[in-house]
């Protein structure tokens, strides 16, 4: 049986067509997991209002002619809000990802469940742990973040299944969750960087291969690398980074502010909230 949903993806920035998402219905920071729950623990949440703003960014997905995808959310699975983590899509791939944080462990299986009740392939990650929010591609080459989410036998294990590209480890400091939370790949040429946090050629190599936005350190706080490109230099990204905005701005990215303020304080936005399953090579870039 043939499926009626496609998977392919070789950039970061290419036309969005089918994206894959969960509400956040359970969502809570009681269990602090990373840093960013842990500053955030004593100033409350409010899951209604995390719904209501969940809506919003689905309801402007749409409204771009974007295909949404809507897991359904597990009452045990409080992070499951973050469909990046529990999988990704390289080439034609659909790749499951191996969870490392306990709490999270199950949450692949309900992505699994999809997929199979569509008749879209997939490929779980057997040996290892690599996280979704690590993995970051861009034509050829794939960057994964060396962390305590994806470790060095997880990314040998995604080289073997990648024989034709690169795939680049990027080791960076262990207080970041994710490799999404400090880069981000906008277009061929540019990228969102907070500087001096990963290993240091490789950082040098990323300066020499994109023109750099540099996000500040109260920027990063606030996930101002944690963009989501939908195609056509359009670009998700909260209303309170407004230096992160004023630069993508000036470099001719129409960006798209949605506040998602009480979802951040789980320690994502809009890349983690996202899974692609079709990218269109775009236009505005291959032509």
Known sequence: MDSQYKAQCSTEYGRLKTVVL?????????????????RYSD??????????????????????????????????????VFTRDIGFTLGDTVFIAAMATKIRHGEEDILQEWLKSHNVSYNNIKHGHVEGGDVIIDQDTVYIGQSDRSDTIGIQYLQSKLP??????????????????????????????????????????????????????????????NVLSVGNR????????????????????????????????SGGAFRCCTMPLLRLTDPAYFD
């Open 22 to 38: 969960c509400e956040p219905t359970y969502m809570n920071i009681e269990n602090q997991i990373n840093e960013t729950q842990r």
């Open 234 to 265: 359009q670009v998700f990204s909260q209303p309170i980074n407004t230096q992160v905005n004023r630069a993508l701005s000036q470099r001719g990215f129409e960006v798209i502010e949605v506040d998602i303020s009480e979802i951040i304080k």
């Open 43 to 80: 100033k409350g949440f409010n899951v209604e209002q995390a719904i209501i703003q969940h809506q919003q960014f689905v309801a402007k997905l749409k409204d771009l002619g974007i295909e949404v995808v809507l897991l359904p959310p597990g009452k045990n699975y409080p992070e499951q």
């Open 164 to 225: 034709h590209m690169k795939v680049l480890p990027v080791p960076f400091t262990k207080s970041f969750l994710h490799l999404d939370c400090i880069f981000n790949v906008l277009s061929p040429t540019e990228a969102l960087l907070y500087p001096g946090q990963m290993d240091k050629k490789v950082e040098e190599y990323l300066y020499s291969r994109y023109d750099i936005i540099e996000v500040s350190k109260e920027e990063q706080f606030t996930l101002g690398t």
